[in-house]
């Protein structure tokens, strides 16, 4: 699903390199976690791969079911199905929530050949989704992410998840944030998700996360690398011991 | 202090052009008064504070810039609504194009024929509130347009109307220099909604004088069409009764050059007066909204709300003033402004200001300018939205505080459709 080999980032306007060589193999349908100390590079690998601007890759290749999506355009690499929760959802002041995902979601059609979605099965989907988030219909008719809680937006992010279908799930600390129930709530909206088709890379600082995803594959990012790749039980050694002797023993 | 030679010059130089209607009447004591008040003040120069970001120099010339007339390929405006259609081809009145206006339900009247007819409160409106609106500031055009308007028409609602009157400007000679002055009193308790579109001639100056009484609503929407080399200047001068509203919102599209004028004085309690524009402009391209609004009574609410997107050497100006008498307590008074730059040459230059004497007021303004947020930009991109899409919902988006402000919201969203379809036009 997703092949990631090498890959080094650098700022485009300082001489910072961030990603200094990360090689990622993640197989469809398989769910991946990503942990590590804060400023290893785990937003900016989330944000290379989606396509924002003022990195740039020195080095390396990034794949999405055999196609490299690194000359791709953020919108090109979404209607690939390729989706990033955001660590911090933006806000948008005078863009309706309806109209933008409504927007989002034909334009992926449009981009794939599809036939656009009626604003009425639009509507219908929208609802049934948005309730099984408990996300109420007043937080859909407000302005994108606009007057939301922290938690709300993080549902938000998993709500567009949901309507678009993606293939490639990135998960961005999505569970930081989030209360006790919410982050039941979010991670029976992945799970509910998780096929075969679709593959889910998830970071995050805690293991509660992933007691309710359970991963197949657990990363440890340090300074721009993943130093240790190991089963579930790698994110429970991080949550005892924390990071210092997992490195050490690396270093 | 004396009045700079070159001022007083140039107004003898575009009078000198000029002929003064003929008729008699009341109408021509109120032009001849005009026409004095103009020769004292001058016309404005590059070197006056009030038109320091616009020169006025086409807009004060003897003659004409000429503007090739633009073919519009969209649908007229206000088509789909009941109204009164009141036409004027590049300036001059054209019946057989208008509707029969003894249909209105309305005291309506041209200007040509009510100068010379004995109707005592045009005579009460005629110029008198544009003379009013001279101070503090001086509007030398208006003065122009009293003492030289040949056409308008007069109107008098004395309960709620039964449609819009539309007046419908359109542009037929690349040469046309047209002047038009509109006198509207609604009498107490009136609703009426005054509807205008099409962008009038090569250069247009325009003068509306609106007279609310106590109680009485007074509703406004104007759009200036998509002519790309059309020059305009036009005035608002409104006087509001007690509790009386006052509501007008203003789209503008292309043309070169375009100032509107709106100075609004709230002289009854709990009065309320919404200005708001919104304005889309690319290339040669500058537009100048000046607005002046005196609160003078009690728990009187004014709002203006100014939105411009511009791009490719556009240029935005915002003048906008809030002066608060000492006896109007309770003020509430709010003002914003703001650009929308969309490449680096677009320019915006803002001065708001308040000046208020009494001591129980909330008044606030604000005016920023600024790029596209490339954060929400990206965010937008990441869901799968084009980028040139995405630019649109975002400028959309800008401009929807001041859309908001049109009560009709049929009319709203033809508005923001076309602007859709300008924003189309654009992309790359
Ligand atoms: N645009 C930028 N400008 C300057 N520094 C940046 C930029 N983007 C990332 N960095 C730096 O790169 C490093 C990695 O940041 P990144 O956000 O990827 O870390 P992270 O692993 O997601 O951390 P956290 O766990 O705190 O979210 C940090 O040192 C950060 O300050
Ligand atoms: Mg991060």
Redesign the pocket.
């Known amino acids: 699903m997703l092949e990631i080999n090498n890959l080094h980032v650098k ?1 485009e ?2 001489d ?1 390199v ?1 990603l200094k060589g990360v090689t990622l193999s993640v197989g469809a349908g398989e769910v991946h976690a990503i942990m ?12 290379v791969l989606s396509g924002r601007d ?2 740039e890759v020195t080095e390396g290749t990034a794949s999405l079911l055999g196609e490299n999506i690194l000359e791709m355009e953020p919108e090109e690499r979404a209607a690939a199905g390729l989706f990033l929760a955001f ?1 911090y959802p933006v806000e948008i002041p005078g863009v309706g929530n309806m109209t933008f995902l409504r927007t989002a979601l034909n334009a992926q059609r449009k981009a794939r050949g599809e036939d656009e979605m009626s604003a009425a099965d639009f509507l219908k989907l929208i609802r049934a989704k948005a309730k099984d988030l408990k996300i109420d219909a007043d937080m859909l008719k407000r302005p994108v992410n606009m007057g939301f809680s922290g938690g709300e937006k993080k549902r938000n992010e998993i709500l567009q998840m949901a309507m678009l279908e993606p293939k490639m799930c990135i998960l ?2 999505t569970d930081s944030g989030l209360d006790v129930d919410a982050m039941k709530l979010v991670a029976d909206g992945v799970n509910a998700l998780r096929s075969e088709g679709r593959s889910f890379l998830v ?1 995050t ?1 805690y293991q509660r996360l992933l007691d309710h995803i359970v991963p197949d594959v657990v990363h440890i ?1 340090a300074d ?1 690398r993943i130093v240790k790749t190991g089963g579930a039980d790698l994110a429970l050694e991080v949550e005892k011991n924390g990071y210092t002797d997992l490195l050490n023993e690396v270093a | 202090m004396a009045v700079p030679k070159i001022k007083t010059d140039a107004a003898e130089a575009r009078i000198a052009a000029l002929q003064v209607p003929e008729g008699g009447g009341w109408i021509t004591a109120a032009r001849g008064d005009a026409l004095s008040r103009l020769r004292a003040i001058g016309l404005p120069g590059r070197r006056d504070e009030y038109w320091k970001y616009t020169q006025p120099d086409s807009l004060i010339a003897p003659e004409a810039i000429r503007a090739a007339v633009f073919e519009n390929d969209e649908g007229p405006m206000f088509a789909d609504i009941d109204r009164l259609k009141v036409v004027f081809v590049d300036g001059v009145f054209d019946a057989d194009a208008s509707d029969d206006l003894a249909q209105a339900g309305l005291e309506i009247e041209r200007l040509e024929t009510a100068g010379q007819a004995d109707i005592h409160w045009a005579k009460d409106l005629y110029g008198v509130l544009e003379s009013h609106g001279q101070t503090p500031v001086q509007r030398p055009l208006a003065a122009l347009n009293t003492g030289f308007a040949r056409d308008g028409v007069i109107i008098r609602a004395t309960g709620k109307a039964v449609k819009p009157v539309n007046l419908v400007y359109l542009h037929e000679s690349d040469s046309s220099d047209a002047i038009l002055h509109h006198c509207i009193k609604l009498e107490k308790g009136a609703d009426l909604t005054i509807l205008e579109n099409g962008p009038a001639a090569a250069r247009f100056n325009k003068v509306m004088e609106v007279d609310i009484a106590e109680g009485a609503a007074f509703h406004h929407v104007r759009t200036q069409g998509r002519d790309h080399e059309r020059r305009a200047v036009t005035h608002v001068f409104a006087r509001l009764g007690a509790e009386s509203t006052f509501k007008s919102f203003t789209v503008t599209v292309n043309g070169m050059l375009t100032r509107n004028e709106c100075v609004i004085e709230l002289t009854g309690d709990d009065a309320i007066a919404h200005v708001a524009g919104a304005v889309v402009g690319d290339g040669d391209f500058l537009h100048d909204d000046t607005v002046f609004i005196t609160h003078d009574a009690q728990r009187c609410e004014s709002r203006q709300v100014f939105k411009k997107v511009l791009r490719n050497g556009a240029t935005g100006v915002f003048q906008g003033k809030i002066l608060v008498k000492k006896d109007a307590q309770k003020t509430d008074g709010y003002q914003i402004s703001q650009a929308l730059l969309l490449d680096e040459d677009a320019q915006f230059y803002a001065k708001p200001e308040l000046e208020i004497y009494a001591d129980d007021v909330i008044c606030s303004h604000g005016s920023t300018s600024g790029a596209i947020d490339d954060e929400a930009l990206f965010y937008l991109r990441s869901r799968g939205i084009p980028e040139s899409e995405a630019q649109d919902l975002l400028v959309l988006a800008f401009l929807a505080e001041a859309i908001e402000e049109i009560e009709d919201s049929a009319i709203a969203n033809d508005i923001l459709a076309r602007l859709e379809g300008w924003l189309g036009r654009r992309r790359r």
């Open positions: 700022l306007e300082e910072k961030i590590g100390p804060n400023g290893s590079g785990k937003s900016t690998l989330s944000y003022g990195y660590q961005d600390e970071i600082h990012m721009g």
